[in-house]
C-alpha cells in the first residue's frame, strides 16, 4: 500500500450549490495530484469522473465513482490504476472504480444500464481530454442507437425502485435519492432527454433537483456520513442548515420538489410510449366541447383557443381527462394554467358540474388533479388549497401530505356515491373535509365555516352549505363515538342522534368515515372498527327515524352463565369471560391478554348477582397465529389471581426499548355522556401492558371499571373508561394521579 504524498483536501460540510462547486473543485485538484504522482499522462490515459463528482454534485459524504481509460496495455493501465485507487483509499474515502478501455466501457454500458447513464455525465478530472470526448460521442451515440431496447429496461428498474421506496413526497422519512421523484429519477430524466426521446429537465425541474440536492447535503452534516433518508430526528437540524425555518417546512419543500420530479417523470414516458409506438397518422378524437384527444392526450380543440376562454373551461378539460382516464398534456396544462382567467363569483352551474364530475371520477381523478395542481389551476379554483398543498401530516398513520389525503378522500368517496342520497355532497365533504388543518385549533371546527364558504362560492344554495358545513364539522363523530364510547348506553345513542339531526347527514357522515379511513392508511382501519362504526349508525339511524333510543345489549350482558366459574371463550377477535367478581378483573384479563401480545380494543363488563361477566374485542399487536389452548389456560389462572401478571409484565417491560412520547392527559368527559357513569379519556402514547397498569391503579383507588373502549391510531392510544356512579374533585383529582402516574410507569 502506498501512502498518499498529495494531503487529502478538506472538504466543505456546507449545503447549496457553492458548496457542492467548492467540494467538486477542491476533489478535482486533488485527484488530479495523485493522477499526476502516480504516473498518469496525457496521452492515452484519462481519469474520469462520473457520478456525483462526474456532475459536480457531491455532497459532503458522497462516495467518488472514477474510471480510468487507457488505449494501450492493460498490465500498465491496471499498474497505475492500483496506485491512484490506494491513495483515495488511504484517504479514507468510498470508492467505485474501474479501469477500461473505451471500447470495455461502451460494451458494459450496453448491459449495465448505470454504467450506461454514468457514461452521459462523464467528465475529465485529468489526462487525455481527447480521449473522453471520442468516448463521451460515442456513448450519447450508442445510447440514442439502442435507446429502444436500453429505455424499456430503464422503466422496469425504474418502477421496481418506486415499489421499494415509495413516493418521496408522501413519505414522513423518505430516500431523497431512490424513492419516486427523488435524485434518482432527475438522472433517468436527463437519460430520457440525452436519447432525444423527450425535452430535458425544465427550470421548474432543476429547481426541484437542487432543492433534493440541498437537503442531501444537509442530511450528510447533521449525520456524519453518507446517508440519503431523512429521519424525524435529523429535521430540525436540516431545516437550521437550510435556513427554513422548521421541520414542517423541510417536509414541504421536499413533496413540493418531489411532486415536480414525478410529474416530469411521468410526461417524460409518456413521451417514451408515443415515440415507441408504431408511426401513423394523428388523429384528433372529439371527447366534449372544446376538448379532443390526440396522440392519447387530452388537448383543447383548435375553437377554445381564444384570447378571452371561458373561466370554466380548464374544470371542463379536466373532468373529460378523468372520464376518458387520459392524462392532459403539457402544453394544454401551460396554456390554461397562463390564461385561464379567475372563476367568477358565485360559479356558474357548469363550472360546478365540472368539478363534481372531476371528483367523482375515481382513480383516474388523482392523476388529472395532480397535474393540474402542478400548472397553479387548482389555487384557482380554491384559493384554500395553497395552504395545505404538501403540508405534512404528524401522525404516522397518515400515508399522505393534507392536499393528497382530501383528494384520496373524494376519491375514496366516489366510489360510495350509491350508499347516499347526495353523492355530490360527499366528494366535495371528501375533498374539503380537512381544509382547517395546519390552522390553530381542531381542524374540523376550524375548517367547517372554511368549508361552509368554499361551498358558498361554488353556487350552492344555503341549506347545502349548512349541509356541508355540519359534515365537516362533525366528520369524526361517528369513529370518535364508536370507538371511545359505550354503545348499549342510550346516552351515547341519543347524543349523536342530536348532533347529527337527519338521516341524510348521518348517511353522508357513514360514508365520509369510510372513505376519510381508506384514504388514511392501512393502520386507519380494521373490521373491528367498522361493525362499531355500523352498530353505532344503525342504532343512530333507528333513533332519527322512530324517535326511540334503543340500543344494543351489552354483549357482556348477553353472556349465559355456565355452570362452572371461571369459563373462558377465545373467538377469532373477541374474548369472553365469566368468574366471580372480584376487584382487578379487568386489570387481570388485560394483563393476561397483553402478556399474549394481544390488544384490547373494546371490554365491556356486567356484574349481576356476584357474578362478572366480560367480553373483549382484541386483536393481535404483530399478527401472526395464536396458541389459543396457552391463551385459555392462562386467562383461567389469571382471573384467579394464580397468574404473577405483574412480575411478568414487569419483566418483558424491562426488556423492552421505549423512544420518548409527550405525557399522557386525563380528560374527564361532561356528566351528560353517559348514563349512571362518569367518563373519563387517557389519551398516551400506546405501550405493552398499558390497559394493565391502568386498570390495575384503577382498582387501588377504589374505581369500578363499567366499561372501557380502547381507540388506538398509529402510536396513541384514546382509552376511554367508564367508571360506575359519580365522583366528586378530589376523588377524581386521586383518580387522575394514579392513572397518570400508571401510564408513564415502564
Keep these: 500500500m502506498t501512502q498518499p504524498s498529495a494531503p487529502a483536501p478538506v472538504l466543505s460540510t456546507g449545503a447549496g450549490a457553492a458548496a ?21 499522462t496525457t496521452d492515452g490515459l484519462a481519469l474520469v469522473a462520473v457520478g456525483g463528482l462526474g456532475r459536480r454534485e457531491c455532497a459532503p459524504r458522497s462516495d467518488l465513482d472514477l474510471v480510468l481509460l487507457h488505449t494501450g496495455p492493460s498490465s500498465i493501465a491496471d499498474e497505475l490504476g492500483t496506485r491512484i485507487w490506494y491513495q483515495v483509499w488511504d484517504a479514507k474515502f468510498a470508492l467505485d472504480h474501474s479501469t477500461r478501455t473505451p471500447q470495455q466501457a461502451l460494451s458494459v454500458a450496453r448491459e449495465d444500464l448505470k454504467v450506461a ?65 427523488g435524485l434518482r429519477d432527475f438522472g433517468v430524466l436527463r437519460g430520457i432527454g440525452f ?21 442531501r447535503d444537509a442530511l450528510h452534516a447533521v449525520r456524519g456520513r453518507r446517508v440519503d433518508r431523512l429521519l424525524a430526528q435529523d429535521r430540525d437540524e436540516v431545516a437550521e442548515l437550510l435556513d427554513l425555518g422548521d421541520r414542517d417546512e423541510v417536509l414541504r419543500r421536499i413533496a413540493e420538489s418531489a411532486r415536480t420530479i414525478a410529474y416530469a417523470s411521468d410526461d417524460a414516458w409518456r ?66 394554467g397562463g390564461f385561464a382567467g379567475p372563476m367568477p363569483q358565485p360559479w356558474p352551474a357548469p363550472a360546478r358540474d365540472a368539478l363534481l364530475t372531476l371528483l367523482g371520477s375515481g382513480p383516474s381523478m388523482i392523476e388529472v388533479w395532480e397535474a393540474c395542481d402542478r400548472y397553479g389551476l387548482v389555487v384557482n379554483w380554491l384559493p384554500e388549497w395553497a395552504r395545505v398543498r404538501s403540508l405534512p401530516q404528524h401522525n404516522p398513520v397518515h400515508l399522505f401530505t393534507v392536499d393528497r389525503h382530501l ?27 380537512d381544509i382547517g388543518k395546519g390552522l390553530p385549533g ?100 333507528r333513533a332519527l327515524d322512530t324517535g326511540v333510543v334503543d340500543p344494543p345489549r351489552s354483549p357482556a350482558a348477553a353472556l349465559p352463565v355456565p355452570a362452572r366459574l371461571p369459563a373462558v371463550h377465545l373467538d377469532e377477535d373477541s ?20 402478556l399474549h401480545r394481544l390488544d384490547v380494543v373494546t371490554a365491556d363488563t356486567v356484574t349481576v348477582d356476584g357474578v362478572a361477566r366480560m367480553v373483549c374485542a382484541v386483536q393481535p399487536r404483530y399478527g401472526g397465529e395464536l396458541d389459543r389452548e396457552a391463551i385459555v389456560s392462562d386467562l383461567r389462572r389469571a382471573v384467579t389471581g394464580d397468574l404473577p401478571l405483574a412480575e411478568r409484565l414487569a419483566a418483558r417491560d424491562r426488556s423492552s426499548r421505549r423512544s420518548a412520547a409527550a405525557p399522557p392527559r386525563v380528560v374527564w368527559q361532561p356528566s351528560s355522556a353517559a348514563t349512571d357513569a362518569t367518563v373519563f379519556e387517557l389519551r398516551a402514547t400506546d405501550t405493552p401492558g398499558l390497559l394493565f397498569r391502568v386498570a390495575s391503579a384503577l382498582e387501588d383507588v377504589g374505581a369500578d371499571v363499567r366499561s372501557a373502549r380502547i381507540s388506538t391510531l398509529g402510536g396513541a ?14 376523588e377524581r383529582a386521586r383518580i387522575e394521579a394514579a392513572v397518570l402516574q400508571a401510564a408513564t410507569a415502564s
Excluded: M
Design 195 to 215: 436519447a432525444g426521446v423527450a425535452d430535458g429537465p425544465r427550470p421548474a425541474v432543476r429547481g426541484a433537483h437542487l432543492t433534493l440536492l440541498d437537503v
Design 117 to 181: 447513464l454514468g457514461l452521459l455525465d462523464a467528465r475529465l478530472v485529468a489526462g487525455d481530454p481527447a480521449l473522453l470526448q471520442t468516448l463521451h460521442a460515442d456513448a450519447v451515440a450508442q445510447w440514442r442507437r439502442e435507446a429502444r431496447a436500453l429505455l424499456p429496461a430503464l422503466r422496469r428498474l425504474t418502477q421496481d425502485r418506486w415499489k421499494a421506496h415509495g413516493e418521496l413526497a408522501f413519505l414522513l422519512e423518505g430516500d431523497v435519492k431512490e424513492s419516486r421523484g
Design 575 to 594: 374474548v369472553s369471560v365469566t368468574a366471580t367478581d372480584r376487584r382487578g378483573l379487568l386489570a387481570a384479563v388485560a394483563g393476561c391478554l397483553s
Design 717 to 730: 392510544v384514546v382509552d376511554a373508561f367508564y367508571l360506575a356512579g359519580s365522583w366528586s374533585p378530589d
Design 271 to 336: 413521451a417514451v410510449e408515443r415515440w415507441a409506438a408504431p408511426r401513423g397518422h394523428s388523429e384528433r378524437r372529439p371527447l366534449a366541447r372544446d376538448v379532443v384527444e390526440q396522440n392519447g392526450e387530452v388537448v383543447l380543440a383548435r375553437t377554445a383557443v381564444t384570447p378571452r376562454p371561458d373561466p370554466a373551461l380548464p374544470l371542463r378539460v379536466a373532468a373529460t381527462a378523468a372520464r376518458a382516464e387520459l392524462p392532459i398534456s403539457h402544453a394544454t396544462l401551460e396554456w390554461l
Design 20 to 40: 457542492r462547486a467548492e467540494r467538486s473543485a477542491a476533489l478535482d485538484g486533488w485527484l488530479a495530484k495523485v493522477y499526476a504522482e502516480a504516473g498518469g
Design 407 to 433: 383528494v384520496e378522500t373524494a376519491r375514496e368517496a366516489a366510489a360510495l356515491a350509491r350508499d347516499v342520497d347526495r353523492p355530490d355532497l360527499l366528494v366535495l365533504c371528501g375533498l374539503v373535509h
Design 442 to 541: 381542531d381542524h374540523s371546527v376550524v375548517g367547517a365555516p372554511i368549508a361552509a364558504a368554499i361551498a358558498a362560492r361554488l353556487g350552492l344554495p344555503p341549506a347545502e352549505v349548512a349541509q356541508v358545513e355540519k359534515v365537516v364539522r362533525l366528520h369524526l363523530l361517528l369513529p370518535d363515538t364508536a370507538t371511545r364510547r359505550d354503545l348499549s348506553d342510550p346516552q351515547t345513542i341519543a347524543t349523536v342522534a342530536a348532533a347529527v339531526g337527519d338521516t341524510s347527514t348521518l348517511g353522508l357522515l357513514h360514508a365520509l368515515a369510510r372513505a376519510d379511513a381508506a384514504a388514511t392508511g392501512p393502520a386507519a382501519w380494521s373490521d373491528w372498527k367498522g361493525r362499531l362504526i355500523a352498530e353505532l349508525v344503525r342504532y343512530v339511524d
